[in-house]
């Protein structure tokens, strides 16, 4: 069986490098907010381009923190709304509410399978204050635009890159695409199946706001920035100092694992020819790193169940979208088309840095054959 993403594969290369890390935070005997932490903020921060990064304890709790961040700053308030797009994981959603703001659900477009800039001016009302971009996949949303129209309306853009580590630095536009733009931040994932995976979980908030990054550093400790000294009824979410050292050994290769999935991307859309199936848009530029390659197929479950009969796993990312979740009961009326068609056809292949060249053919082979 070829896996959808072999874990134990990607994590057995850095096995001595993990157990000497472990060894060592052991013998130090400093398990929270340690110099571990400390090195990865420092070089995730350096990788991303910004001035800081502060590691939180997953990627959910890094989009909360930010907007519990701006409350605390006074540019948004419990109860305004936030521009989401419909096509997103749940996260994203929850991490809205959770800050007691107000989901506003804008459709992607088909092509890219991110929120589509030519409806967002239309769902903006004076409650609007902000916009939240999900990379999904890994490929980069339309920024130019998604900032244009912040700037215009003065709304905040916050992003949720927890599928798109190194994206931005692919792109080499930081400073016309992310963070200094309203002084936002981005919001990152460590989940293990991330490109850059921890043995757990964690997550990470990059940002050039000074003012936001103190607030932040201070809301993922309980409010506190000295011991027993609380300025903000924060949280206890940190990322851990053991995750931390295994995110410092493995963040050296996330460059040349992107490559690698970009790779295997290009095999894929240059040799599968299939009528039946419809492959993702991508110009061969660098506004993708490929944490999902997702296809399309009106006969999706037949297709899956094809793939398991010849040996290659697949998953749906995602079968139920946010609006259509019992978790949402007062949106299940909802009508987004788009988000819709999308959630019911698509089927994510194996793609990873692990992938040899003879499985990425047979994948190929099997999907012509289909």
């Known amino acids: 069986m070829i896996k959808f993403l072999d874990l134990q594969k990607i994590n ?14 052991l013998d130090k005997g400093w398990f929270i907010l340690g110099d571990e932490v400390k090195s990865f903020e420092t070089n995730f921060a350096n990788y991303c381009g910004t001035k800081y990064c502060i590691g939180v304890g997953n990627g959910l709790d890094a989009l909360v923190l930010i907007f519990k ?36 659900l804008v459709e992607p ?35 130019e635009a998604i900032n244009a129209i912040a700037k215009l309306n003065n709304l905040l853009v916050i992003e949720d890159a927890a599928q798109a580590h190194g994206v931005e630095r692919l792109v080499n536009s930081f400073q016309s695409q992310f963070s200094k733009i309203q002084n936002s931040a981005v919001a990152y994932s460590f989940y293990p199946g991330k490109n850059l995976g921890a043995l757990g979980d964690g997550g990470a908030i990059t940002t050039n706001d000074d003012d936001l990054a103190k607030i932040l550093f201070s809301l993922r400790n309980y409010g506190s ?113 788009v988000t819709e068609k999308i959630h019911n056809e698509v089927l994510s292949l194996p793609i990873s840095p692990i992938m040899t060249d003879e499985e990425v053919s047979f994948v190929i082979e099997i999907l012509n054959r289909y």
């Open 12 to 25: 057995s290369g850095y096995q001595e490098q993990f157990q000497e890390k472990m060894k060592l935070v």
């Open 69 to 104: 961040a701006y409350i605390q700053l006074g540019k948004l308030q419990k109860g305004d709304e936030v521009i989401v797009p419909a096509n997103t994981y749940i996260a994203s959603v929850l991490a809205v509410l959770q800050a007691d703001l107000v989901p506003v």
């Open 225 to 337: 920035n000295r011991k027993y000294h609380n300025e903000y009824i924060g949280i206890n979410s940190r990322l851990d100092e053991l995750q931390a050292a295994f995110l410092n050994i493995k963040l050296p290769n996330l460059d040349t694992d992107n490559d690698s999935r970009k790779s295997i991307a290009q095999r894929y859309l240059s040799k599968i020819k299939n009528d039946k199936i419809i492959l993702p848009t991508w110009n061969f530029s660098t506004n993708h790193v490929f944490h999902l390659f997702v296809i399309r197929t009106e006969n999706r479950d037949q297709l899956q169940r094809y793939l398991v009969q010849n040996q290659i796993e697949t998953v749906i990312h995602y079968p139920i979208p946010p609006h259509k979740q019992v978790a949402f009961k007062e949106w299940n009326s909802l009508s987004f088309p």
């Open 109 to 143: 477009k088909l092509e890219t399978y991110n929120i589509n800039p030519n409806l967002i001016a239309d769902k903006i009302t004076a409650k609007t204050k902000a916009i939240l971009p999900v990379h999904l996949y890994g490929q980069l949303c339309e920024m």
